[in-house]
Every structure is written in C-alpha cells, then in structure tokens.
T-cell receptor, first 111, second 112 residues
Framework: EADIYQTPRYLVIGTGKKITLECSQTMGHDKMYWYQQDPGMELHLIHYSYGVNSTEKGDLSSESTVSRIRTEHFPLTLESARPSHTSQYLC??????????FGPGTRLTVL | QKEVEQNSGPLSVPEGAIASLNCTYSDRGSQSFFWYRQYSGKSPELIMS????GDKEDGRFTAQLNKASQYVSLLIRDSQPSDSATYLCAVNEYSSASKIIFGSGTRLSIRP
C-alpha cells in the first residue's frame, strides 16, 4: 500500500541537540514538502523539493535544512535545537494535479 | 502576496443539516482547488479537489468553484458529529509550480 511515513512521531529533546526528522513515501512522487504548524494555527511551508537533488526554501524562514538524495526520502535537520523550534512538523508528497498527501507528523518539543 | 481567506469560525451546525464552508482566493491564475479536513492533533486529509467551474459531488460532500468570483465552497450534507474538524481550503500558486497556499481553516462543530 502506497503511503507516507514520518519518524519519530513524538520527540522531546534538550536545547542545542542536533535532530533529524525522517520522511519517506512509497508513492513514487517527485515532489515533497515540509510544513510547520503550531496548535490551532496555520500551516507554513518551510521547504520543498521537485525531485532528487532539488531543494527550495519555503515561505516561512526556518533554521532547518533538508536533503533529497533519494526520491522516496526527504529528511529535515535542525543542527542546534532551540525552544522556539517546538512545533508540529508535517511532511507531504505531491501527486498529480498539485494534490498533496500528508504524513502523520512529528510533534517536536525542545526543552 | 497571494492569499486564501476563510472564516475561522467556529461554525456550529445541527446534526443532519447542511454545513456550508466558504473560501476566497486572490491569485487569478490559480487552476487547482482543494479542501482538506484536519482533526485536532492530526495531519490534514484531502477530501475534495476541483479544477473547473461548477459543482463536484463525492458522497455527502460537494465542492463548488466560481473562478470569475474567485470563490470556492464546500457543502457537507447530512452533517455527522464525526464531521467536526477544521476544514482547510487550499489553492495552487500559479507562478510557482506545485506549491499550494493554505487558508487558515474554518472550525466546524456539529451539535447533536
């Protein structure tokens, strides 16, 4: 079954730690996206990719970085986590005609 | 700045009634329009897409698009308590391939 996966689902970590949020999809989509969403608030696009070796910054400035070495994998890295990075991070992959399908999300808390 | 506007709600509708959710957008070049449902603490789930003027029906859901008025709506017939969620309107950004702009969402509450 084609799907999109995110790990970990929940992460509590101390300030200054390096973290990588994983996102994988089995749908064969070229386009992938990272969004940030605080509880009850809007979705903000922070990174996207049109395919392997393609990455772009989104509309919301973010201290995170991404890579796209394989079609199915789009990890997001924070080199030094801070409390202001506490949020929910949602990964999506893009199908035909601009449709986007979301993973279950990673809820990050930085102490 | 491209925008997608929704009434934040909450919109309260009695069980069994029709819920009507509205959205306006600013990018005249947009061609793809979506409605997502998001339960509290969960990720958005695509429920409808529409690409041409008029109505598109899928079960209890009907999406309506009027490009001239830059208006898209979602009707939910026979509303159920399980329909209580935040509904996000999303529109493609014409000038940037494959990016979509999300509205801030309308909270819908179905009361028994």
């Amino acid at each position: 079954e084609a799907d999109i996966y995110q790990t970990p689902r929940y992460l509590v970590i101390g300030t200054g730690k390096k973290i990588t949020l994983e996102c994988s999809q089995t749908m064969g989509h070229d386009k992938m996206y990272w969004y940030q969403q605080d509880p009850g608030m809007e979705l903000h696009l922070i990174h996207y990719s049109y395919g392997v070796n393609s990455t772009e910054k989104g509309d919301l400035s973010s201290e995170s970085t991404v890579s796209r070495i394989r079609t199915e994998h789009f990890p997001l890295t924070l080199e030094s986590a801070r409390p202001s990075h506490t949020s929910q991070y949602l990964c999506a992959s893009g199908g035909l005609a601009d449709t986007q399908y979301f993973g279950p999300g990673t809820r990050l808390t930085v102490l | 700045q491209k925008e997608v506007e929704q009434n934040s709600g909450p919109l309260s509708v009695p069980e069994g009634a029709i819920a009507s959710l509205n959205c306006t957008y600013s990018d005249r070049g947009s061609q793809s329009f979506f409605w997502y449902r998001q339960y509290s603490g969960k990720s958005p789930e695509l429920i409808m897409s529409i690409y041409s003027n008029g109505d598109k029906e899928d079960g209890r859901f009907t999406a309506q698009l009027n490009k001239a008025s830059q208006y898209v709506s979602l009707l939910i017939r026979d509303s159920q308590p399980s329909d209580s969620a935040t509904y996000l309107c999303a529109v493609n950004e014409y000038s940037s391939a494959s990016k979509i702009i999300f509205g801030s969402g309308t909270r819908l509450s179905i009361r028994p």
